[in-house]
């Protein structure tokens, strides 16, 4: 049996420094034995990289640099980090939840309908909320007690979702009650003449309790087990099952909230909003350092994946003379070297390789 | 890994060692149309180390599902700790404190090593998960163990044998009066056993009851006190080590088959001319892990046995003759001139067929039939552009269906109807099809009848005095004698002597399994 793997265990003041076998650096050891080590390489790479396409745009641009530009990242942003807060859950599982968008699309109808009949506006989002859990609830049900692929299963609840936008109303309904109106145009002043919406606080709430639940509850630690290696955690004893249908039903309701967010951003309820934005939040939690493959990643990281994909936008409005379709473009790139990067991260870090 | 001193045991054994802790009776378990397990006894002390023993088959896996709560059994009882017991699930043998460790290991690579043993049972302080404490717990446990592992590390960087510990931590972080080991050792190298057997030492001397499963002898002599020997699902006898002899252990795990067979008669072997170049030759063929480097010469017309226990190295030997695994040392010749098998279908091209140990997985298609399974190979060599003409195919499958005497004689039957030796003799026929010059015959004979046994056995003869040469592998030693002209005997995965198999008797092979040829 080797030393290399292990560092000492306790902090031993007569132990010389963990140097490694073989000249490997302390932080290389480190890389390779910790549960944060690689993962947290990942994020770093991508936060890295946020800081180097906004210096970039900074200093091709004049006023890319300026505090607002920055907040406004989370401004116009926040529903899609709710959205990949809830993605990452699923995706820690191993699972994908290519519904989400749609749910989006439909808390926007389901919220502007329901007011533009005269319902007062916390029933509506609380009428919003229920159905993107139930919606979740069900997909989840089937995922776990059918034993479906979670691709085919989400599929169809989103072209279930897409469809149930449809029947409520084609034409797209402005929204005019007055707590929506607030909440889309009162801003939080901070200083240096900047500012936040509301929404941006619910993102970031949302964020925080996802990184308790993920890393402080059973729930949580059971995520990242089943993404690990299912069979195991259910040979260890641990509630498979229930978690299973529980990050189908998180997803379900932060896609509805993130519906509500949107609603708030765009003031109205219409059946092609958020097309894609599904692709966009798995493009956000990939970027970010998760594992498609389940059982590694962090969502801060997906916060990091948001704002990066954010930015892109950013440089390429402010350079105006570029499509809107180089976004894309970009993000494939992008996408694409981050799952080669994870693919030799991954590699890495099993042992005797 | 690094081991600290031994400490002193943790005092949890139960007071009187004469009182088994476990006590399995008269155990009978049936399969449909199986006998598993035939009112077999187990009894296992604190204290102690139990070896289980037994061959493929002998019951050995049963034994332990039905004491973990896995199968239930039909008759017998099992008494834990003075009380009746009947455990309906793994878990609730857990909470009774009996823990399994398997083969492979049931963690989450993912997590770190504190997580994997404390996970689903975290210590917890005010709604959320006690970080702090869960390490604390975790040094604890792989304190008692002395194991020296970082727990924040990841599982999954730590070589396998770490894992393996790790899980033995976690089987042992609940109150653990009997842990079950199957097959621990088959994948650690010595280094790692010894490692694992201080483990083992440690738990024994704090008054745990375990129960190790292993295929090495040598590691049982090593490690256990008490041995329980099973052979066809039946007991055989419970010694205690130091009264065994191996001689007597390995008669008695392989047994004596009456001479129900008639001898075959062979014509005085097949004489090899001294100057011959072997049709397949093998210099320090070997693969880092599963076998140390071999010589092994394989002439035209003769039958070549590779015999061993389970383990021993001889499926991983024609494996590597097959190409099914890559040689990582060592060159193989056939005919003279050095040859490469990377893939089985190099070994084809070269005429090699291979019959699998293991026939339903990796052998014969149940849902095709009798004839779809028999020209499968001969259509693979041709190529699919080429397809055999209906006629001569027919014709072809007539032949050999009677030549093997497949029943029923149906060529349109769906081959998952026929019985195991029927489906041993198509397997067999697909490769007689394409012509081999080497047939490797892993286990040909498991699991049939004794009739078509002596049927394969009389057919591998004619083939060898045809000009075949055959490598016939089986963990009946007598069947390797009466038919092979050579016997190749392996041992913990080492070849340790060749025999010539007409001077040669079953003793002979027995004492050089049990003594490694060192006697």
Redesign the interface.
Known sequence: MTVSDTRPTAPDPAAPPPAGPGGRRPWQTWLRSTTTGSRTFSVLVTGVLLVVLFGTGSARYENFGSPQVALNLLVDNAHLVVLAVGMTFVILTGGIDLSSGAVVALSTVIAASLLEAGWPAPVAIAVVLATGALLGWLMGAAVHHLQLQPFIVTLAGMFLARGLCFVISVPSIPIRDPFFQSMAQDVVELPGNTFLTYSVFIALAVLVAAVWVLHRTRFGRTVYAIGGNESSAALMGLAVGRTKVGVYVISGTLSALAGLLFTFYMLSGYSLHAIGMELDAIAAVVIGGTLLTGGAGYVVGSLLGVLVLGTIQALISFDGGLSSWWTKITVGVLLLVFVVVQRLTTRRARPGT | ??TTPAGPADGAGPATPSQPVVEMSGITIEFPGVKALQAVDLRLFPGEVHALMGENGAGKSTLIKALTGVYSYDSGTVTVGGTERSFSS??EA?AAGISTVYQE????????VT?NIV??R?P?RR???D?RASRTRA?AV?ARLHL???????L????I??QQLVAIA?AVDTDCRVLVLDEPTSSLDA??VA?LFRVIRALRDSGVAILFVSHFLDQVYEISDRMTVLRNGQLVGEHRTADLPRLQLVQEMIGRELATLEDLERAAANPVPTDAVPRLSGRGLGRTGALAPVDLDVHAGRVVGLAGLLGSGRTELTRLLFGADRATSGELRMDGRPVRLRSPRQAIAHRIAFSSEDRKAEGVVGDLTVRDNLLLALQARRGWLRPIPRRTGDELVAKYMAALDVRPADPDALLRNLSGGNQQKVLLARWLLTEPRLLLLDEPTRGIDIGAKAQIQQLVAQLASDGMSVVFVSAELEEVVRICDQVVVLRDRQKVAELDGATSSVDDVVDLIARGGRS
């Not at chain 2, 290991?105 to 770190?112: D, I």
């Not at chain 2, 020296?148 to 990841?154: L, Q």
Request: hydrophobic residues 25%; negative net charge; contains cysteine.
């Open positions: 890994m690094r793994p878990a857990q290991v049931n963690l989450c690579p993912n997590l770190s997580e996970l689903g975290e917890r709604g959320h998960i970080r040094r792989l020296d592992v970082d727990p924040d590390s990841t999954g960087t730590h070589p044998a770490v976690r280094g790692e490692e």
